[in-house]
């Protein structure tokens, strides 16, 4: 059994180059088309970060649900969300909103996985609700500031969506690119993202299917403001 986060953020990207099962959601296609899946639970604590646009948030949490997995959503914006919980529902309490601080206990299980996804800014408060065995949590940033090092460095994942050079930079520090790597992130397509540990990588576009572009629209980067 892994003892810790730092056994599984080594192998993690092993993962995330192999589909495993139906244990994972597909985070995207790589550049040979191949299916990127992405294994998110797991017994230990599990933390990631996602630099990047709620679109894409938006659609792993949906494809989160579909694997069976409840998800709760910590949003000062609850509006941007209700659309989607309201589909992903159909009946049951699949995707559950909740103010800022508000995210009651969850009662994950191995045979009831949680995805906590806060969306609380760029300077989200450290919450009451933390990663847990089978409750991984996913911060999104809309992108890096303050609180982005320190939530970088504690993830056991980290996805990055196109940033400003500077930012792509703080990245490439972090999360030790290579330089080539980093100057890239300031050049990415509205649906790419790459996926990094500290000892790998990989680059992937998200293709919605017709039923979340439907519900969702088109790939964004920058959130549309309601």
């Given at each position: 059994?892994p003892r810790g986060g730092?056994?599984?953020?080594v192998?993690e990207?092993s ?7 139906d244990?994972?959601?597909i985070v995207g296609?790589d550049?040979?088309?191949?299916p ?5 639970h797991?017994?230990?604590?599990y933390d ?9 948030a938006q659609?792993?949490a949906?494809?989160?649900v579909?694997?069976?997995a ?5 949003t000062?914006?609850?509006h941007?969300?209700a ?7 159909g009946?049951l309490?699949c995707?559950?909103l ?13 045979g009831?996985?949680v995805?906590?996804?806060r969306?609380?800014?760029v300077?989200p408060p450290?919450g009451?609700v933390a990663?847990?065995?089978w409750q991984p949590v996913?911060t ?7 609180a982005?090092?320190?939530?970088m460095?504690r ?5 990055v ?5 500077e930012?792509a ?17 300031s ?9 990094c540990?500290?000892?790998?990588r990989?680059l ?9 572009s439907?519900l969702l629209?088109?790939p ?7």
């Amino acid at each position: 059994m892994p003892r810790g986060g730092h056994v599984l953020s080594v192998g993690e990207l092993s993962r995330l180059a192999l589909p495993v099962g139906d244990d994972g959601i597909i985070v995207g296609v790589d550049s040979r088309s191949r299916p990127a899946v992405l294994g998110i639970h797991h017994p230990v604590p599990y933390d990631m970060v996602l630099v990047g646009g709620v679109w894409t948030a938006q659609v792993l949490a949906l494809r989160a649900v579909a694997t069976g997995a409840r998800v709760a959503v910590e949003t000062g914006r609850a509006h941007v969300w209700a659309r989607l919980a309201q589909a992903a529902n159909g009946g049951l309490e699949c995707m559950t909103l909740h103010e800022v601080g508000q995210v009651p206990p969850l009662g994950a299980t191995l045979g009831s996985p949680v995805l906590v996804v806060r969306d609380c800014g760029v300077r989200p408060p450290r919450g009451r609700v933390a990663s847990a065995p089978w409750q991984p949590v996913l911060t999104l940033l809309p992108y890096l500031g303050p609180a982005a090092t320190r939530l970088m460095e504690r993830a056991a994942l980290v996805g990055v969506q196109r940033v400003s050079p500077e930012e792509a930079r703080q990245v490439g520090r972090v999360m030790a690119l290579p330089a080539v790597q980093a100057e890239a992130l300031s050049t990415f397509a509205e649906d790419a993202t790459l996926w990094c540990t500290r000892t790998a990588r990989r680059l992937v576009r998200l293709v919605p299917t017709d039923s979340e572009s439907g519900l969702l629209g088109n790939p964004s980067r920058l959130d549309a403001h309601h």
